[in-house]
């Protein structure tokens, strides 16, 4: 049993694109995450979110936008994608936001 | 400006070698730090050090965390090539956003 799952494993898009990735989570956990890791493998946090708080890393663009439609799942719709949007992005979770996160299988994003 | 930095950043090993990785950093309002191993995919957990001077084990990996010179250590004894990997250390911090701040990791190649 897959315990974070994210859909789909590859997408490649067009700039200008809007374009949404899924992430689930069967372990229970009452908090999730998004990173984004660069062509350098540094992992950085964009978001973090449970069902009472969300928080942003203030440096991601507005276009980055995360929805959860219940606890065990967190989004991410990203409106019109640029060429620097290029990475992998990683969901993750835990049970509480202090705890160990787990991570998903990550998502390729390629915007051409 | 919190930081975390690991050394070094690549390293090339013959198998049944002993390496260390180091990890040191400079954070606000610390929590516990964190080592993942990544592969091809996702960052897969492998300690958490919470209180310094005790070492944590698992089979031919150890870790070991100094809060007062604020700095890890990640230990492979008698390597094999499936210990070829990217070793991440993350730091967790109380507050914020970037709960889980990573640093950019070490590049672990282990050859026969």
């Known amino acids: 049993d897959t315990a974070v799952s994210q859909t789909p494993k590859y997408l490649v898009t067009q700039m200008g694109n809007d374009k949404s990735i899924k992430c689930e989570q069967n372990?229970?956990?009452?908090?999730m995450y998004w990173y984004k890791q660069d062509s350098k493998k540094f992992l950085k946090i964009m978001f973090s979110?449970?069902?009472?708080?969300?928080?942003i890393n203030e440096t991601v663009p507005n276009r980055f936008s995360p929805k959860s439609p219940d606890k065990a799942h967190l989004n991410l719709h990203i409106n019109s994608l640029e060429l620097g949007d290029s990475a992998v992005y990683f969901c993750?979770?835990?049970?509480?936001?202090?705890?160990?996160?787990?991570f998903g299988p990550g998502t390729r994003l390629l915007v051409l | 400006e919190d930081k975390v930095v690991q050394s070094p950043l690549s390293l090339v090993v013959h198998e049944g070698d002993t390496v260390t990785l180091n990890c040191s950093y400079e954070?606000?309002?610390?929590?516990?730090l964190l080592w993942y191993k990544q592969e091809k995919k996702a960052p897969t957990f492998l300690f958490m050090l919470?209180?310094?001077?005790i070492e944590k084990k698992s089979g031919r990996l150890s870790s070991i965390l100094d809060k007062k010179e604020l700095f890890s250590i990640l230990n492979i004894t008698a390597t094999q090539t499936g210990d070829s990997a990217i070793y991440l250390c993350?730091?967790?911090?109380?507050?914020?956003?970037?709960?889980?701040?990573f640093g950019t990791g070490t590049r672990l190649t282990v050859i026969p």
């Open positions: 993750a979770s835990s049970l509480k936001s202090v705890e160990t996160q787990y």
């Open positions: 372990l229970g956990h009452d908090t």
């Open positions: 979110y449970n069902n009472k708080e969300l928080i």
């Open positions: 954070v606000t309002n610390f929590r516990s």
């Open positions: 919470t209180s310094s001077g």
């Open positions: 993350a730091v967790n911090r109380l507050t914020g956003a970037n709960n889980l701040f």
